[in-house]
T-cell receptor
Framework: GEDVEQSLFLSVREGDSSVINCTYT??????LYWYKQEPGAGLQLLTY?????DMKQDQRLTVLLNKKDKHLSLRIADTQTGDSAIYFCAERHTGTASKLTFGTGTRLQVTL | KAGVTQTPRYLIKTRGQQVTLSCSPI?????VSWYQQTPGQGLQFLFE???????NKGNFPGRFSGRQFSNSRSEMNVSTLELGDSALYLC???????????FGPGTRLLVL
């Protein structure tokens, strides 16, 4: 089945690292994505990982994938106030072309 | 390259009316997908068009329809609007064989 879950809220201090978690249930997922949504805006693609990879790093962002536990995480190093937003993980399934199944979103609040 | 554009950005309609939303993909992208975002249901896949053909469809009633033109621009139509259709409608484009989807800013529809 298709089900992607995320915790609803995360608060971190500026300069600390943020870790946003996501669990999914469909083992046929091919790609897993992280998107960022700021108030009143669309979705900004942050990064993605292919399902046969364990880790991907892109500047301040690190994605970790645990296929056994179907667990995906996004680590943001040196979190800034501009990182305050809602973060969505999404999975794309084999044979479903471009259809993405999104998680519920995690609201990241960065405090001074 | 210009990003994905959506028009109009905001719409107010009344129950029973119909509405047409437009999406222009990134130049060279032939796949356009539509998503509905609501506070209660989150982000849900509506449909995907590729080379003027619907390639995938989500679980929405027949009141929701779409089409794609030869220049890859896409429209979605919602007939007999209901209050529950109030949402942010997001369009995403990708090129053939590309694992990434890029989203537009969305059209915010309010049904009164």
């Amino acid at each position: 089945g298709e089900d992607v879950e995320q915790s609803l809220f995360l608060s971190v201090r500026e300069g600390d690292s943020s870790v946003i978690n996501c669990t999914y249930t469909d083992s046929s997922s091919t790609y897993l994505y992280w998107y960022k949504q700021e108030p009143g805006a669309g979705l900004q693609l942050l990064t993605y990982i292919f399902s046969n990879m364990d880790m991907k790093q892109d500047q301040r962002l690190t994605v970790l994938l645990n296929k056994k536990d179907k667990h995906l995480s996004l680590r943001i190093a040196d979190t800034q106030t501009g990182d305050s937003a809602i973060y969505f993980c999404a999975e794309r399934h084999t044979g479903t072309a471009s259809k993405l199944t999104f998680g519920t979103g995690t609201r990241l609040q960065v405090t001074l | 390259k210009a990003g994905v554009t959506q028009t109009p950005r905001y719409l107010i309609k009344t129950r029973g009316q119909q509405v047409t939303l437009s999406c222009s993909p990134i130049s060279g992208h032939r796949s356009v997908s539509w998503y509905q975002q609501t506070p209660g249901q989150g982000l849900q896949f509506l449909f995907e068009y590729f080379s003027e053909t619907q390639r995938n469809k989500g679980n929405f009633p027949g009141r929701f329809s779409g089409r794609q033109f030869s220049n890859s621009r896409s429209e979605m139509n919602v007939s007999t609007l209901e209050l529950g259709d109030s949402a942010l409608y997001l369009c995403a484009s990708s090129s053939a064989g590309d694992e990434t989807q890029y989203f537009g800013p969305g059209t915010r529809l309010l049904v009164l």
